[in-house]
């Protein structure tokens, strides 16, 4: 399997132009060990997480499938539970990916509520995306995001020595609790 995956990187073409790099950020010299592949948010409603990821956001579906679990990898449900995943990608086709698992038969217990503000173990996913004014808008439309910030200029310092990063950008929870920061980088 991992040979297959690796024959086929080697064989898939160069991207036309290299990933648009941050300022003040240069390309590493040598490869780091670790790359992220993707973080898988377990949800309640795939099918209403899907119209913000994938109707909002704009990320492509790539993969849709019924999975047992084992119970033991995952630390959720108890072995033999049926769910389903959906990944999704943006522009890079191994990096940056968003899973989203629910639990169907039996479903997770639903520990209710949505958190209102952050705290020690929170997490924050922040997408870049072409029209931050416009999606910001799509996402509000979705049931069960709520919004913390409305779309609005942000400015944060550079790094090393570059100059202050502009984007636009709005902030939510999405239906299950998980908080975005939706930007677009501004030149």
């Known amino acids: 399997m991992i040979s297959t995956v690796l024959a086929l990187l080697a064989a898939a073409p160069a991207l036309a132009e290299p990933p648009k790099a941050a300022a003040g950020v240069e390309r590493p010299a040598e490869r780091i060990p670790t790359d992220i592949r993707r973080v898988t948010i377990l949800v309640r409603d795939i099918e ?3 119209k913000l990821y994938r109707d909002v956001l704009g990320l492509k579906v790539n993969y849709d499938v ?3 679990v084992s119970g033991v990898a995952l630390p959720a449900g108890v072995p033999g539970n049926k769910t389903r995943l959906v990944l999704l990608n943006g522009n890079d086709p191994w990096l940056g990916w968003i ?3 629910q639990y169907t038969d039996p479903p997770l217990a639903d520990p209710g509520g949505y958190p ?3 705290g020690v173990g929170g997490h924050v996913i922040v997408a870049n995306t072409d029209d931050a004014q416009k999606r910001c808008a799509m996402a509000k439309q979705v ?3 709520t919004f913390t910030s409305e779309a609005r200029l942000q400015e944060y310092p ?3 020595g570059a100059p202050t990063i502009r984007v636009m950008g709005c902030n939510f929870f999405d239906p299950d609790g998980t908080f975005l920061e939706l930007n677009q980088i501004l030149d």
């Open 99 to 101: 899973g989203l698992m």
């Open 158 to 160: 550079g790094r090393n």
């Open 48 to 50: 209403r997480s899907l």
């Open 116 to 118: 209102t503000r952050l």
């Open 143 to 145: 049931p069960g995001v």
């Open 66 to 68: 019924p999975v047992t």
